[in-house]
């Protein structure tokens, strides 16, 4: 089945430091991509997705490339902001909702991120 | 913000007893979800809806049953609580663009089952 495996966490960064969070992923069919962040006390939001290879999401700084060959999807900034410390999630969907999964995710099981001033 | 609201948003309830927990969109999607957060785990599937009446089990299903009678409202029940069920559960609909699905979450339900 599909799975989702993200680096071991916590993650305690300075501010101003460069970010990587490895994702690597199984999966059967043509998986979309994406990375979700949880800040304190809040649901899930979308940071960034991709939907084939070699595509690269990006938003708020942050950027992640849809690799194929390593079947991997890193996410990382080059500065992080005490705002950025948050939980990030990697997920995939396989294939669309018109086939069969419905366009369920599968999840990594986090990341804490923490940046200090 | 893809109009998703669940409710309620905190509850704490005894052992053995039944819990509804409701989400609510407002933009007509066609496919809703339900996963549960728990620590080490991210979130994992409980059930699912492709449109109304249609429903299927996710990752985790067991002691967990769900209702879709209109497209808005999603019902995630607990016939008889658990502590292992103590949980945030988190309510999602899909947006279709391209062909390609992608989900939005609402903003949670804190359980504690004790």
């Known amino acids: 089945g599909d799975s989702v495996t993200q680096m071991e966490g916590p993650v305690t960064l300075s501010e101003e430091a460069c970010l990587t969070i490895?994702?690597?992923?199984?999966?059967?069919?043509?998986?979309?991509l994406f990375w979700y962040v949880q800040y304190p006390g809040e649901g899930l939001q979308l940071l960034l997705k991709?939907?084939?290879?070699?595509d690269k999401g990006s938003n708020k700084g942050f950027e992640a490339t849809y690799r194929k060959e390593t079947t991997s999807f890193h996410l990382e900034k080059g500065s992080v902001q005490v705002s950025d410390s948050a939980v990030y999630f990697c997920?995939?969907?396989?294939?669309?909702?018109?086939?069969?999964?419905?366009?369920?995710?599968?999840f990594g099981q986090g990341t804490i991120l923490t940046v200090h001033p | 913000d893809a109009g998703i609201t669940q409710s309620p948003r905190h509850k704490v309830t005894e052992t053995g007893t039944p819990v509804t927990l409701r989400c609510h969109q407002t933009?007509?999607?066609?496919?809703m979800y339900w996963y549960r957060q728990d620590p080490g785990h991210g979130l994992r599937l409980i059930h699912y809806?492709?449109?109304?009446?249609?429903?299927d089990k996710g990752e985790v299903s067991d002691g967990y049953s769900v209702s879709r009678s209109k497209t808005e409202d999603f019902l995630l029940t607990l016939e008889s609580a658990t502590s292992s069920q103590t949980s945030v559960y988190f309510c999602?609909?899909?947006?279709?663009?391209?062909?390609?699905?992608?989900?939005?979450f609402g903003p949670g339900t804190r359980l504690l089952v004790l």
């Open positions: 991709a939907t084939k290879a070699d």
């Open positions: 933009e007509n999607h066609r496919y």
């Open positions: 997920a995939l969907s396989d294939t669309s909702a018109g086939g069969t999964s419905y366009g369920k995710l599968t």
């Open positions: 490895n994702c690597t992923y199984t999966a059967t069919g043509y998986p979309s």
């Open positions: 809806s492709y449109g109304v009446k249609d429903t």
């Open positions: 999602a609909i899909s947006e279709s663009k391209g062909g390609r699905e992608t989900q939005y």
